[in-house]
Structures are given as structure tokens and as C-alpha cells.
């Protein structure tokens, strides 16, 4: 009998480590990987198809991918910290997505078919022989396959953003208030006048997009 049982119990722990496998095979091999770790309550950081995607969403749901999500802090999150209120992140911004968005707006080409240019700075990543010119008051470029985006500004980490989100004060429609700051010092002030001081440390880190 006692033969029967042990092998029932490793039949069990075989089963389950089957099943803990294929949830995480589908959620990190399926056609959309996705990884979600629990901060604090309705509150994760989450991405999407690449760790660069990394951000800060409030789900009130435990099944992040697929749900309504508010997303917080948005890509590149490499650094997180929280307690039982408070949490506290770094970001480097992801500029590619804003790049695409000032030089392939499709839905405002011209009768020409070219995509407009919205902010004419951003014409230093058009590719070679592309050309920019000016009509009704409006620049476009005659250029329409994608621009070149270097790997760099996704994410751009020249630049690093800080926030806290205090999820124990709402903020008009939001059970949370955000604060973010492009200083470090600023962020550190803040941090003393919310009672945060030096207690809340950084405890996830990817040092990947660091």
C-alpha cells in the first residue's frame, strides 16, 4: 500500500510540474510572450513581446495580458521599488514610437500619397535620398517605406525619468497619484516630503536596459 502511495505522489508532482511548464512555456513562447509580475495590489510590471516594453499598468484583473490595462509609467521601466503603498521606478523613454508616429502618420498622407512631417527635427533619421519639401503650409517627404531608427532610441538611455506613485491618494479619476521628475535630486526631494525618505530601496533591476 505504502508502494501505491508514493507513486501516486509522484505521479501528482510529475502532473503539476507538467502543467506549471506549458503555463509558462505559453506565456513566454506563445505568438504574444508576455511576463507580469504583482507590485502591489491591481498594480504590475508588465511587457509584452520584448523585455524593452517593460512598463508600470494598474489591472484590476490577474490576467494582465488580454484585460483593460491603464498604463502608469510607460516603456522602458528598468528599475522598480515598493512597499505597501508607494512605488517607485526608472525609466528610459522609448522615442522610436513617438519618431514613428511624427514621420508615418498614415492617416493624414497627402493626395500624393507622401506621410506628413510633423516635427522637421526628426528628419535626421530619414533614410539617405529621401526628400522633404513644403505644401499648403505643410511639410511632408516623398520617401514611404520606413524610416532608419537606430536600435539606440529604443529605448534612449541618455535619458533616465523617475517616478513615484503614491497608490494611497487619488488623483481625480485614478485610485493613484504619479509623479515623475527628470532630475534624480528632485525625485529625492520628493520622496523626503512624502515620508518615503532613504527606507524604499530599488529591488528589481534589469540590467539589460539599465
Not at 488580454?66 to 521601466?77: A, D, E, R
Not at 506621410?115 to 505643410?138: A, C, N, S
Request: charge should be positive; charged fraction near 20%; proline fraction near 4%.
Amino acid at each position: 500500500m505504502a508502494v501505491i502511495l508514493n507513486s501516486d505522489n509522484k505521479m501528482r508532482k510529475i502532473a503539476l510540474g507538467f502543467i506549471i511548464c506549458l503555463v509558462l512555456t505559453s506565456c513566454l513562447f506563445g505568438d504574444n510572450p508576455y511576463v507580469q509580475k504583482p507590485l502591489i495590489k491591481n498594480y504590475w510590471l508588465y511587457w509584452l513581446d520584448y523585455k524593452k516594453n517593460q512598463q508600470i499598468v494598474y489591472c484590476t484583473t490577474e490576467n494582465v495580458y488580454g484585460s483593460i490595462q491603464n498604463i502608469i509609467i510607460p516603456k522602458t521601466v528598468f528599475a522598480v521599488g515598493f512597499n505597501n503603498r508607494f512605488i517607485i521606478a526608472k525609466q528610459h523613454p522609448f522615442i522610436a514610437d513617438s519618431l514613428e508616429n511624427s514621420l508615418y502618420d498614415g492617416w493624414n498622407k497627402n493626395d500624393r500619397g507622401h506621410y506628413p512631417v510633423k516635427h522637421l527635427k526628426d528628419t535626421v533619421f530619414l533614410k539617405e535620398g529621401d526628400t522633404v519639401y513644403l505644401e499648403r503650409g505643410k511639410w511632408y517627404h516623398t520617401e514611404n517605406r520606413y524610416s532608419y531608427i537606430p536600435d539606440s532610441l529604443s529605448p534612449y538611455k541618455e535619458i533616465t525619468i523617475y517616478h513615484i506613485i503614491d497608490t494611497g491618494k487619488k488623483n481625480g479619476n485614478n485610485p493613484y497619484t504619479h509623479f515623475s521628475f527628470r532630475s534624480e535630486s528632485d525625485f529625492k526631494q520628493k520622496c523626503q516630503k512624502l515620508g518615503i525618505g532613504n527606507n524604499l530601496k530599488f529591488s528589481i533591476f534589469e540590467k539589460t536596459l539599465e
